[in-house]
């Protein structure tokens, strides 16, 4: 299984970034995909959660209404869309796949992890 996570970078605060995540050896369409990030110092912390089917999205608060989440089984990607972005938003961004009932916040219920992607917000 491989989760390739890209689209990361440098920008500005108040800008935008719209991170991708390529899976590959699994069926993807049946798993659930989360988003989570880890800032220099501090631990991993869950940012956005989708159901297999794309119907159910969950979001951490500090991002709700900032960063959307989405797919398309077609092609084995997840997105993140991030607007607004923050310097409290510079971190590496991690993609995960898990096969539970519903997308969730624990980092424990994904079973699979991509490598990150740096993104870096300046004030």
């Known amino acids: 299984v491989q989760l390739q996570a890209s689209g990361g970078g440098l920008v500005q605060a108040g800008g935008s970034l719209r991170l991708s995540c390529a899976a590959s050896?699994?069926?993807?369409?049946?798993?659930?995909m989360g988003w989570f990030r880890q800032a220099p110092g501090k631990e991993r912390e869950f940012v956005a959660g989708?159901?297999?089917?794309?119907?159910?999205?969950v979001y951490a608060d500090s991002v709700k209404g900032r960063f959307t989440v989405s797919r398309e089984n077609a092609k084995n990607t997840v997105y993140l869309q991030m607007n607004r972005l923050e310097p409290e938003d510079t971190a590496v961004y991690y993609c995960a796949a898990g096969r539970i009932m519903v997308p969730t916040a624990k980092a424990e219920d994904y079973a699979y992890w991509g490598q990150g992607t740096q993104v870096t917000v300046s004030s």
């Open positions: 989708i159901m297999w089917s794309g119907g159910r999205t």
């Open positions: 050896g699994l069926p993807f369409s049946t798993y659930n």
